[in-house]
């Protein structure tokens, strides 16, 4: 029964009379609001920029993003938990572009963005699938936050002085608005809370989980 809103901040990506109409009974409030101009090749840019929208035009004392390819089997009663914490989050589930230590592939790059962004402090987590300790870097398809923090809207800053600077991990843009998001979160330093095991959960991957913290047991 809280408020939803899905957002269409790209032009010329108009979704479906059918869509449209399942939001309206379902009180979903559909904002279709060209915010995405300077990145249309970056679909990913959708995420800061809407985002910051929502923290601007809001009253709600928590914002939860969920990116589109999610489903739920029962209630998130977590998302309400933001108990000692500035925001709750999912580590990666793999490596991918983190970085352990400056032997890394992608070391360079989280050099850059930690020196552009003024990260004081490193801190690590470990992956949620393969156990691997590498610098703060968060799965952004689920976040939780207080909208005091201002997390978003230091997020779209930060997010576009890396694009407009051009740095990027080796293999190009992809992970570009996860990466910055987690250095947004080591740069203003919030207190963490991780999600349980069972929220974001990577059914895709299930048969490679090797941290126990993060086996769901059937």
């Known amino acids: 029964d809280v408020p939803i809103f899905s957002y269409q901040p790209r032009k010329k990506f108009e979704i479906s009379s059918e869509t449209i109409n399942f939001f309206e009974k379902n009180n979903v409030e559909y904002i279709d609001l060209e915010l995405n101009k300077d990145f249309c090749d970056y679909p990913l840019a959708n995420k800061p920029l809407v985002c910051a929208h929502r923290e601007t035009n809001t009253s709600a004392e928590i914002l939860i993003f969920l990116d589109s390819d999610v489903f739920f089997l029962h209630e998130p009663k977590e998302f309400a938990n933001l108990v000692n914490a500035d925001v709750i989050l999912r580590p990666v589930d793999i490596k991918t572009i983190g970085s352990e230590n400056s032997q890394d ?5 989280w050099d850059s963005l930690y020196k552009l962004l003024n990260v004081k402090v490193r801190r690590k987590v470990s992956t949620t699938v393969t156990n691997e ?22 997020l779209k800053e930060n997010f576009i002085k890396v ?9 190009g843009l992809t992970f570009v608005e996860q990466s910055v998001f987690s250095a947004t979160v080591s740069q203003m330093e919030l ?7 069972e929220y974001n959960y990577p059914i895709h991957i299930e048969n490679q989980i090797i941290n126990s913290d993060y086996i769901v047991s059937s």
């Open 105 to 109: 592939n992608n070391a360079g790059y």
């Open 191 to 197: 207190t963490v809370k991780p999600f349980g095991k």
């Open 133 to 154: 300790s590498i610098w703060e870097y968060y799965n952004s398809g689920h976040i939780v936050t207080f909208t005091k923090n201002n997390l978003f809207k230091t």
């Open 163 to 171: 694009m407009d600077a051009g740095i990027a991990p080796n293999d």
